[in-house]
Every structure is written in C-alpha cells, then in structure tokens.
C-alpha cells in the first residue's frame, strides 16, 4: 500500500474474512448482494408504504421508519466495498475515506441504539400509562425525538474522528474487517495504542450501556404492567411484542458488548477470524431482519399486506 510522503499509509485495504479461500470469494460476493438488496428493498418498502398510507403515520411507525432509514445507510456505507472485494479483488480504499466510514459505521451503531431506547420509551408509555400516551407521545413529539436522535449520534463518533485525524498511521495497513472501524483502524496507528482503545471503549460503552439501561427498566416496569392485566389476550399479545424486541435488542447489545471488552478484559480474547462473523453478525443480521420483525409482525400492516396480495395473484 502507499505511504504520504511524511510516512504515514495513505491507502487501506480491506482484508474482510481472513480465512476465506480463494475459490469462495465469488459466491461470498453473491451472497453479500444479495443480502445488500434484500436489507434496502425490504427496508425501504417500510418507507414507502409509511409516505402513501396515512394510516401508518403514528408515533410508533415513525421509530420503524427511522430505523429503516439507518438500516438502509449503515449497508450502503459498509457493504458495497465489501461486495467489490470479493468481486473484484477491490478492498483498497484511502485512508481519509477509511476514517470517513469509521465514522459513520458508528454513526448508525449510536443512531440505532438512540432509536431502540425512543421505540422502549414509548412502549413503556403505551403500556403503563395508556391514558396520557395518546396527549404526551404525539407525532410531532416523535418527530422532535426522532431528529434529535439523527443528530445527537454524530457527538461520540464526531469526537473520536477528531482524535483519528490527529495520530499517524504507520501500518500494517491491512484492515481485518468486512469495513473500517474503531479497533481495526487503532490497530494500523503507530505508538501505544492503550489511550486510544480506552477511551474508544469509554465512549461506546456509554453509548451502549446508558441506553440499555433505560430500555432495560422499562421493559421491566412493562413485564409488571402485563402481569397486572386482566386481559389475558393483552397479556398475551404484549408479552410476544415485547418477547420479539428483546431478541433483537439482545444481537444488539450483546455481541458489541463482547467485542469491545475483548481488547481490555485479560484473559479474554478473540481470535481475528471470530472477531471478523461476530461483527459481521450482529452488524447485518438486524437490519435484514427488522422489517419483518417489526412490520409482518404488526397488524395494520398486515391487512395492508393483504389488501395488494390478491389484487396481483389475479392479474
């Protein structure tokens, strides 16, 4: 790869899975294509059908529009390098666009777990406080919290880019990775990396861990609620929403949990090739997933769902 003329690489590369053979890297690309359109077609059509049915435009379509949307910018910021480089043997990208995609990597990680606490929030005041959630969780008032989550998640990633454009890389400049991110692109820069890890640790775990918290509690004050209901099919029902958002909640968490403790924690390692499928994991499976997590699973949209169906077998 190419050095500046200071010395610091000017070009990355990335590696993705480390230990995939050569005669795969064809049906790898095929499949990560296929999973790329699948996520924004199915995401996207969140958005259409949210834009010309105005059924939907209530507070809680508008948290699974907004994760819709971000569902649709962290694949379009991480996959279509990836596809090229197992298509076409094109994993080199600039180091300044490298940190550009750092940037919004963890752009969309802050934005989607701001929206995972708003959606627990307003479960919580549709579950517990049934009177006031029609005057207090407004559409307007979702609006406000939607955009102030779009904006709010560029501070944690914001600071770090500063601190990434100030510190030279001196290589291997090799990313191993499916994209650039935090512990990747530490790894390429010269010197003691130890500040730089724990304060990339401080930041995501308080970007993870204060807004799980939030969630946690209130799916707890919920779980209380249902079980006070005399209504066993409203216990019922709100147990399975619930039951369903707590499984995607967990991929969230979890696994980022483990990823970013590794580095930090003695005695607890991954290998490259480990590290490498639980990111790919947990980046990419909710995001294929959510829509029809949150939107097959949800009544209105069903019966919309129902009302196109017949109309096209016909023809």
């Not at 999973?35 to 259409?48: A, C, F, I, M, S």
């Not at 105005?54 to 379509?61: G, I, R």
């Not at 919290?145 to 600071?159: C, E, K, M, N, R």
């Not at 969630?215 to 005399?230: A, D, E, L």
Request: aromatic fraction near 14%; charge should be positive.
């Amino acid at each position: 790869m190419s050095r500046s003329p200071c010395g610091d690489i000017s070009n990355v590369f990335i590696v993705g899975f480390p230990e995939l053979q050569l005669e795969y890297f064809h049906m790898v690309a095929w499949f990560l294509f296929i999973l790329y359109v699948t996520t924004v077609v199915g995401n996207l059509v969140l958005v259409v059908m949210f834009v010309v049915e105005h059924s939907l435009q209530k507070p809680m379509y508008i948290i699974m529009v907004s994760l819709a949307l971000s569902d649709i910018g962290f694949a379009t910021v991480a996959l279509p390098k990836l596809i090229a480089r197992y298509w076409w043997d094109d994993g080199s990208m600039g180091l300044y666009t490298c940190q550009f995609q750092r940037h919004m990597i963890h752009y969309f990680g802050s934005l989607n777990s701001l929206i995972l606490l708003t959606m627990a929030v307003d479960r919580y005041m549709a579950v517990c406080l049934p009177l006031r959630y029609p005057m207090l969780m407004t559409v307007p008032t979702m609006t406000i919290l939607t955009v102030l989550s779009w904006l709010v998640a560029h501070i944690f990633p914001g600071v770090s880019s500063i601190s990434f454009t100030q510190i030279p890389f001196c290589g291997p400049s090799q990313i191993i990775q499916t994209f650039c991110d935090t512990l990747s692109l530490a790894a390429l820069a010269c010197g003691d990396k130890s500040q730089l890890l724990k304060a990339a640790y401080a930041t995501a775990m308080f970007i993870l861990l204060v807004p799980l918290g939030f969630v946690i509690i209130s799916y707890f004050c919920i779980i209380i609620s249902v079980f006070h209901m005399t209504n066993g099919q409203g216990r019922k029902k709100t147990l399975s929403t619930c039951a369903t958002q707590g499984c995607i909640i967990s991929i969230y968490y979890i696994p980022r949990f483990f990823i970013y403790s590794t580095s930090l924690i003695p005695n607890l390692s991954m290998t490259p090739s480990s590290r490498v499928a639980t990111t790919f994991f947990y980046s990419f499976f909710p995001p294929l997933i959510n829509p029809f997590v949150y939107c097959l699973r949800t009544k209105e949209i069903r019966s919309i769902f129902c009302l196109f169906i017949p109309v096209k077998v016909n023809r």
